[in-house]
């Protein structure tokens, strides 16, 4: 099967297969002008290495759990990878939940000024940012 074939069938472009190839997540053969031509189990690899992109893993986690997939057997190291993964999307979560509240904040205040958090509101205008200035 050929390269668009399989992006066609397996719902990517084929800038997206050739990024895989790159990436050693699939391997198709060459013919002898040197197009690539792939088995029909392609589609059904693709669209499960799309599932480990939609779950956030990066290719270099794809590309070690896939001999888990090949066997169908999942190792300790694997598992211990997949709840390092989740960790580390969780964090990442927790820091993108920060910094929405951070924003909300902002956001209230310049809905809601007060001269506390606006300079241009105090009398005079920044007042405690000239105080500190030393002048030679």
Not at 16 to 35: D, F, H, K, V
Not at 75 to 83: D, W
Not at 104 to 122: F, V
């Amino acid at each position: 099967m050929r390269i668009g074939e399989v992006a066609d069938r397996a719902g990517v472009s084929t800038r997206a297969l050739r990024y895989y190839e790159e990436q050693g997540l699939i391997a198709p053969e060459r013919t002898g002008s040197g197009q690539r031509s792939y088995a029909e189990s392609a589609v059904e690899r693709v669209q499960m290495i799309q599932q480990f992109f939609t779950a956030g893993l990066p290719s270099r986690t794809i590309r070690q759990l896939l001999p888990c997939v090949d066997t169908g057997h999942g190792s300790p190291e694997a598992f211990a990878m997949l709840a390092a993964e989740r960790d580390r999307i969780t964090a990442a979560m927790a820091d993108l939940a920060a910094a929405r509240d951070a924003l909300d904040a902002l956001i209230d205040l310049a809905h809601h000024p007060t001269p506390e958090h606006c300079p241009a509101l105090r009398d005079p205008a920044w007042s405690s940012y000239d105080a500190g200035l030393v002048r030679a």
